[in-house]
C-alpha cells in the first residue's frame, strides 16, 4: 500500500473488537511506520474525515500510478 492508493476499509479475521468505519472507501493520504507495533499504518481521508488505521483494517481497490 502507497499514498494514492484508493481502499477499503474491513474487519480483519483476528481482530479483537470491532471498527465503526467498516465498508468505508477513502485515499490513503499518508503513511506512518510502526505506529502500531507489528504493522504499518495509514491516514485514509474518508467522504467525512481522516483516519489512522492499521494496514491489515484495509484492503486496496485501486493502485495509484
Known amino acids: 500500500m502507497k499514498v494514492g492508493d484508493l481502499v477499503k476499509v474491513i ?9 465503526p468505519f467498516i465498508g468505508e472507501v477513502g485515499v490513503i493520504i ?3 511506520l510502526a505506529m502500531f507495533k507489528d504493522q504499518d499504518s495509514f491516514s485514509v481521508m474518508t467522504r467525512d474525515r481522516i483516519v489512522v488505521l492499521g494496514a491489515d483494517h484495509l484492503e486496496v481497490i485501486h493502485e495509484s500510478r
Do not use: K
Open 11 to 19: 474487519q480483519p479475521g483476528r481482530a479483537y473488537h470491532s471498527c
Open 30 to 32: 499518508h503513511e506512518q
